[in-house]
């Protein structure tokens, strides 16, 4: 048996974050949060969705302060101005951090009994659908917009929170490029990788079915033709529209079969040292990619390689292997990510706590082969 959530509602386009306003007024809500971070506040990109509610006479308030990785403690301070607020719905505007935070204060104020936050990790038994969310993608990577997980950094035990709950998802998304339009060369590269990232690992997840493979399939192609033109040049609209198409469809499949131990191996990254999530996926992806390689997922990698733009007509499955992850690590190596652990400032006396911190992940279990600290340790070696 196989299950599929997915948003009630989603828009793509350029300059489609304008249907919010009558989204929001014909579910009848009638204030506002907006959910974001000071840099999109900064930069000019909240003002755009600002605009919409301005023009449309919705009340709104905003809550900005989000770090990156973001942490319980944002999530309380957002969850206390939503409360103090009066807003019935949210609006989450920018990449993974914002989502997540908003998706984590949502579920909280409809389930109180999970306050704490730490008691969501793993699939919490929720019972009741969270606030109503509106979510708008300013990064093209982490497709929190269209799934049913999100992450949370619990600083005092050093732990990235994976929280998978349907309940979650929210009921409307907007994918409009314009709003990534400001995404700088690194971040771009970054949040590219980890839509990737999401693609090959849920593509050979034992999970993984005709749906989802159709998914990662086309994401995977997408990115390998958009990803290095939205990063030279950001204001290529065909760049950022493909990026942002691929970062969705990546979503809408590994929302629904799971990750493996790349995501396994970034979370402690992300804890340890506040890695950016996208660079902590990019730098271990063809690592674990020769790892996984051993597994009963080897046949796929013909269909990666074949999607990253590789002519496989006549491969064997050993030179459909080696093909998937050269051309992985080419398009890694072509829009700038670091290629050692030790290049982003990873301290080898660590590698075993975060071999520890790995194997204990939630989506430790989406591997396609089995592993175990020993092994996972290993891989965090060769990478370093």
């Excluded at 386009?13 to 929001?24: L, M, Q």
């Excluded at 793993?122 to 109503?132: F, L």
């Excluded at 733009?309 to 051309?327: F, L, N, P, Q, R």
Aim: net charge negative.
């Amino acid at each position: 048996m196989y299950r599929i959530v997915l948003n009630e509602t989603s828009y793509y386009g350029a300059g489609c974050r304008s249907v919010i306003a009558d989204e929001v007024k014909k579910r009848g809500f009638k204030k506002v949060m907006l959910i974001t971070d000071k840099d999109l506040v900064k930069f000019g990109v909240a003002a755009k969705v600002e605009e919409v509610l301005k023009g449309a006479d919705i009340p709104y308030e905003i809550f900005s302060d989000i770090k990156p990785n973001p942490t319980i403690k944002n999530v309380l301070d957002a969850l206390a101005a939503f409360q103090a607020s009066g807003a019935d719905c949210i609006v989450a505007l920018g990449g993974g951090s914002s989502i997540d935070t908003a998706k984590a204060v949502g579920v909280i104020n409809n389930n109180p009994e999970f306050a704490d936050v730490r008691s969501l990790e793993g699939v919490a038994p929720t019972k009741n659908r969270a606030v109503p969310t509106f979510a708008l993608p300013t990064t093209a990577g982490t497709a929190a917009e269209v799934t049913i997980n999100y992450v949370i950094t619990d600083e005092e035990n050093k732990k990235k929170m994976v929280c998978v709950d349907p309940n979650d998802i929210p009921m409307c998304s907007v994918i409009d490029c314009e709003l990534m339009m400001s995404m700088p060369k690194g971040l771009t590269a970054a949040t590219g990788m980890d839509a990737l990232t999401h693609a090959i690992e849920s593509y050979i997840t034992p999970g993984a079915w005709t749906m989802s493979d159709m998914f990662e399939e086309k994401a995977i192609e997408l990115i390998h033709e958009h990803l290095y033109n939205a990063v030279q040049n950001g204001q290529d609209v065909v760049a950022r529209e493909g990026m942002a198409n691929a970062q969705y469809i990546a979503g809408m499949g590994f929302s629904n079969v799971g990750l493996g131990i790349v995501h396994s191996m970034a979370h402690p990254l992300g804890a340890f040292y506040d890695t950016p999530h996208g660079v902590a996926n990019a730098l271990l992806l063809p690592y674990v990619m020769e790892y996984n390689a051993e597994s009963p997922a080897k046949p796929k990698y013909l269909g990666i390689a074949k999607a990253m733009g590789v002519d496989t007509t006549g491969m064997s499955v050993e030179e459909g292997v080696k093909a998937a992850i050269e051309a992985v690590k080419a398009l890694s190596v072509s829009i700038n990510i670091p290629q050692r652990l030790s290049e982003i400032g990873v301290k080898k006396e660590d590698l075993h706590d975060l071999a520890v911190a790995a194997f204990n992940d939630v989506c430790t279990g989406g591997n396609p082969r089995p592993t175990s600290v020993e092994e996972i340790e290993a891989i965090y070696n060769i990478a370093y």
